[in-house]
């Protein structure tokens, strides 16, 4: 199975600027970090160089003996049997958070051998980064990966409709065989949301079971790293608030309540195991924003947040949701309280727009699910699972704060309505491209 991964592109843009340094790839376990660097080394370099910390715990004192660079290379090209090119070899170091020393090595990289190709990654980076350990700080570049979306999934189980979408004119309805087609689509793809393993079951071996087994699995490995990496004394801190998610996301307004994770439960106790798991890329802490101005990170009310999951499979899996709801029409979507179809739209989001995007509510009148900034607008966002697009939230926002542009996402077609463009949740990683389209056509 082919599946086009975006970040290559990335890659490749990264590869070529005038002033590179090395690279620091963040993600959460199991999106694909080791594949894609490898594959990216395939594609564009003569030869690969891989070292992998976690595996090789013998490289590390190649690193805590010396900070000369050409001492270090020549080290790793006996371990790898090849020399090391600084024109034609992609160095690769995998599980970097497991030596510090390689981690700070980059930065001599960066000044003193910045000819060299050098990408870095690992599962648990942000935490190390966090931990207060020394780190390059300004000598490497960033990029994250993210899950799969919907658009990365659809390369592979159907090219075909990747490229009809390619050709639409999306400032019209999408023809209704195109629709349908995209939507049973859409559902697949909430089967086994966006990790690599469980697409690749799912796609190429057409087994759901294979599906649940290989998203539990993760599930399992997340908890393994909770109980090794994390400071023991949040561990079982760590556990009651991932158990707690699905019951955090389920109610109608899904503010984050330490209560809901253990009777008694309190922020100055539970704090730093969220930002444990917020550093791990395995959650999303969304915070409320108290006005919609510019910056919108100006205007935290960092008391209210909401938490959401990195992927939308895990979150079903987790949640125990079985994979039948596909074919009871739009249950998928709309079971417990819309969640997963919120938790969709925001991955989506993230990957496409600067900075974590907020959320607005106006006591218990009303509650707008996301805000995003794009350049000097504050966009309210929308989210409705089904094809009911009722909005009272919506049309308090609009009607308090007048923007220039509104977005709902739901099971309707493509429809610009008096200052609303509604798009359909399968189309929600062309989001930016249909604010450009709406900016200059609608």
């Not at 089967?191 to 699995?217: F, H, K, R, Y």
């Not at 798991?277 to 100006?298: E, F, M, Q, V």
């Amino acid at each position: 199975m082919d599946i086009f991964r975006q970040g290559i592109n990335k890659l490749s843009a990264w590869k070529n600027k005038p002033n590179r340094k090395p690279l620091v790839l963040q993600g959460a376990r199991q999106v694909g970090k080791t594949w894609l660097m490898n594959q990216f080394g395939k594609e564009q370099f003569e030869s690969v160089a891989y070292f992998n910390f976690e595996e090789q715990p013998e490289l590390k004192p190649f690193f805590e003996e010396t900070k000369d660079i050409g001492r270090i290379l020549s080290n790793l090209s006996l371990v790898s049997g090849k020399p090391i090119d600084n024109n034609s070899t992609l160095i690769i170091f995998d599980e970097i958070q497991e030596c510090n020393d390689a981690l700070n090595s980059l930065k001599y990289f960066c000044e003193k051998a910045p000819e060299y190709c050098v990408v870095s990654a690992g599962s648990l980076l942000g935490v190390a980064m966090s931990s207060g350990n020394s780190f390059p700080v300004g000598k490497v570049d960033f990029m994250t990966l993210y899950p799969l979306n919907f658009q990365e999934f659809l390369s592979a189980a159907a090219p075909d409709l990747i490229a009809v979408i390619d050709k639409l004119d999306l400032t019209e309805p999408i023809p209704e065989m195109f629709y349908n087609s995209l939507l049973e689509q859409f559902k697949r793809y909430f089967i086994s949301g966006g990790m690599p393993e469980a697409v690749v079951a799912l796609l190429d071996n057409q087994s759901i079971d294979e599906t649940q087994e290989i998203l539990q699995n993760i599930l399992n490995a997340y908890a393994l790293d909770f109980s090794k990496h994390a400071p023991a004394n949040d561990f079982h801190k760590i556990n009651y608030i991932w158990s707690s998610l699905p019951s955090q996301l389920s109610r109608e307004n899904k503010k984050f309540l330490y209560q809901t994770v253990r009777p008694g439960a309190r922020a100055r106790d539970y704090g730093n195991a969220l930002e444990w798991l917020k550093n791990a890329g395995l959650i999303y802490k969304i915070h409320k924003a108290t006005a919609p101005r510019l910056p919108l990170s100006g205007y935290d009310d960092l008391s209210s947040f909401k938490v959401y999951m990195n992927d939308v499979g895990l979150l079903r899996r987790l949640s125990l949701l079985n994979p039948i709801a596909v074919a009871e029409g739009n249950r998928l979507f709309t079971e417990f309280k819309g969640a997963l179809t919120e938790n969709y739209i925001l991955q989506s989001l993230i990957r496409q727009f600067e900075g974590m995007p907020r959320y607005w509510s106006s006591g218990n009148m009303a509650e707008v699910d996301f805000l995003i900034q794009h350049g000097n607008d504050i966009i309210p966002v929308e989210v409705k699972s089904d094809e009911n697009i009722r909005s009272k939230s919506l049309s308090v926002f609009r009607k308090t704060f007048s923007p220039r542009l509104s977005l709902r996402f739901s099971l309707r077609n493509m429809k610009m309505d008096n200052g609303v463009l509604n798009i359909p949740l399968f189309l929600a990683d062309y989001t930016l491209d249909l604010i450009h389209l709406n900016n200059s056509q609608f």
